[in-house]
Every structure is written in C-alpha cells, then in structure tokens.
C-alpha cells in the first residue's frame, strides 16, 4: 500500500493551476480551459526515490468569488503548490496573499517552516512580466521554498514540480518519524476524503 498524500494548487484565477494538474495526471492540455468552480481533485501514482506514493492533487478556483467554496479543503494538506503566471506581474503579487489564506485556513502555526512548492507558470508565453530574480528573492524571505518556472501547455518542468512536493513531504515525515521517538512531536491528524466535491 502506497502513502496517500494530498498537495493543493493554489493561485490567481486563469495561471493555469487546473492546466497543470492535467497536463501531470492525464498528459493533456486544453487551450481552452473554464474556470474552475469550487474544487477538484484527481489521484495519480508514482515513485520518487524509490518510494511509491499515491498523490491526491486538489485542484482549486482561483477567482476572488470562489473564495468561500475553496478555503474549506485547505485542511489537511501536505504541501501547498503556489502558482502564478510568468506574464502576469499582478499574479505574483498575490503570492503573499494566498500564502496568508493558505495558512489561515490549514492552520498552520509555522508557515516558514510548512513545505510550499513555488510554480511560476506559462514559460512559454512570449511576454514575460516577473524576473526569476524576483522569485526567488520571495521564496528566500519565505523560508526558503523551492521555485519551478513550468509550462503546462509544452509540458516543461511540470512532473519535475511536483515531484519536488513529494520530495519536500517525505523530508519532512522523515523528520517526524525521528522525533516521534522522542516524544517531542505532535503529528496533526490527516484526513482522507474520498470523493470529489463541488
Ligand atoms: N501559453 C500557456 N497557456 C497556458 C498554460 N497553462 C494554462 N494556460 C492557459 O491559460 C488559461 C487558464 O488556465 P487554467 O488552467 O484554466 O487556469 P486556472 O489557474 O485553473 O484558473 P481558475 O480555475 O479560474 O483558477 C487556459 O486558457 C489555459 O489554456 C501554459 O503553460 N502556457
Ligand atoms: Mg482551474
């Protein structure tokens, strides 16, 4: 039995966080993606340094009216993919504010330390807005987090990314599993909802 893990995709509205999913779980792309309406998520199997595991991808509405039918499935999230798009400055501005959301809503007590996973995508868009730079000066002042420039659409970088999250994940269990020898650490209880919604 392999471990289920569950990482969340969140991001403005239109950076092509639902495009992403696709493209990794069924290899396809649709240049003509709706916006998503609450929340989805898809399953996919697969080994990262010899581990198999079952990745639970959930898959978020990034538009500000959605708000109120997304924050619910923060909780219990292993990592958190935060997306922005290379030709939209705005997009990635709004890191700071999701980051918030995201920790408000998972509850999360030491968001510097919990495994984000940074996704700057659209690479292959021909007017780039945001400089590499910049990111990584954020994901510097932000404890560190690990930065992918991805295009779903070509499909650079994008198993990469979320292998990336698996990665951070088993760290950061191996470090727990340690710990909890010592009695000095208190694992949060996860939950594994087992149906889509919304
Ligand atoms: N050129 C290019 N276009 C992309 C890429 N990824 C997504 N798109 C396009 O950008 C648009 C928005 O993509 P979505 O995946 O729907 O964006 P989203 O983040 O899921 O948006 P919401 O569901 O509204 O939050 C679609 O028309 C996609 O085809 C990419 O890597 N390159
Ligand atoms: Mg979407």
Redesign the pocket.
Known sequence: MSTLLKVI?L??????????M?RFVTNK????????IGVEFLNKELEVDGQHVTLQIW?????ER?RSLRTPFYRGSDCCLL?F?L?DGQSFSNLDNWKKEFTYYADVKDPDNFPFVVLG?????PERQVSGEDVRQWCHKNGGQPYFE?????ATNVALAFEEAVRRILALDDRADHLIHNNTVDLEKKTHPDSSCC
């Open positions: 995709l991001g403005d509205g239109g950076v092509g966080k639902s495009s992403l696709n792309f649709d240049s003509h993606l709706f916006h998503t898959d978020t509405a990034g538009q959605f997306t798009s030709d995508n659209k690479l292959d868009a991805t295009s779903a659409k070509d």
